[in-house]
C-alpha cells in the first residue's frame, strides 16, 4: 500500500547531486525545506547518475516495491538525449514509468529537461515536447525544464555546463518546488 507521506524521486545525476557532496543536491535540499515547512514527508532518492529511461524503467518496480511511495517525482531522460537515443523509446519508457507509479497508487510529478542544440533543433524539440506531451495525456503535473533558472548562467553550472554547482542547487530546488508544493499536505 502507497504511503502518502513517501516521496520516491528517481532521476538521474541532476538528482544524484553528480560533482557536488550529496548534501548540496536539490533532494537534499527538499528534504530541509520540508522539514522547515512543517511537512511530514520521507524523501527517498533512488536516482543513478548516467542513468538512461531504460535503467530507470527496469529499477522502478522494485523502487516502488520497496518503498511504497505515495509520490514519484520522475527525473530523468537527459543522458537519453546526450546519447542521441530514438525519443520514441524515452517517451515510451517515461510513459511505462507514469503508469506503473500510478498503478502502485503513486501520484506523479514531471520534471522536464532540454538536451543542448548541437542534435540539430528537430531532436532537441522532439524531446522538449516530449514531457509536455506526457504530463498532458496523462494529467500530470509539469515541471517545463529542471534548469530554468541554472542552465544559461555558468556562474551556477560545473565546468561541464551540465550539471549545477552547489550554488545553482537551491534555485534547481524552487523550479521543483513550483511543481510540487501544490500537491504536497501538511503533516497536521
Known sequence: ??????????????????????????VALLTQRLQAQGYGYEV??????GETSGGGLQRLPRALEIHHPGM???????NDGL??????????NLTK???????AGARVLLLGIRIPPNYG???ANEFAD??????KQYHLPLVPFLLEK???????????????NARGEPLVLDTVWQGLEPLLKKNR
Open 97 to 103: 514509468m507514469v503508469q506503473l507509479s500510478q498503478a
Open 83 to 92: 546519447r542521441g537515443l530514438p525519443s520514441a523509446a524515452t517517451k515510451e
Open 130 to 135: 516530449m514531457y509536455p506531451g506526457i504530463a
Open 44 to 49: 527517498v532518492n533512488a536516482s543513478v547518475s
Open 150 to 164: 541554472v542552465a544559461l548562467d555558468p556562474t551556477l553550472m560545473q565546468e561541464d555546463g551540465l550539471h549545477p
Open 1 to 26: 500500500m502507497a504511503s502518502d507521506r513517501t516521496i520516491l524521486v528517481l532521476g538521474d545525476s541532476l538528482s544524484a547531486a553528480y560533482g557536488i557532496r550529496p548534501e548540496q543536491g536539490w
Open 72 to 78: 514519484v517525482i520522475l527525473e530523468i531522460g537527459a
Open 121 to 123: 533543433p528537430r531532436y
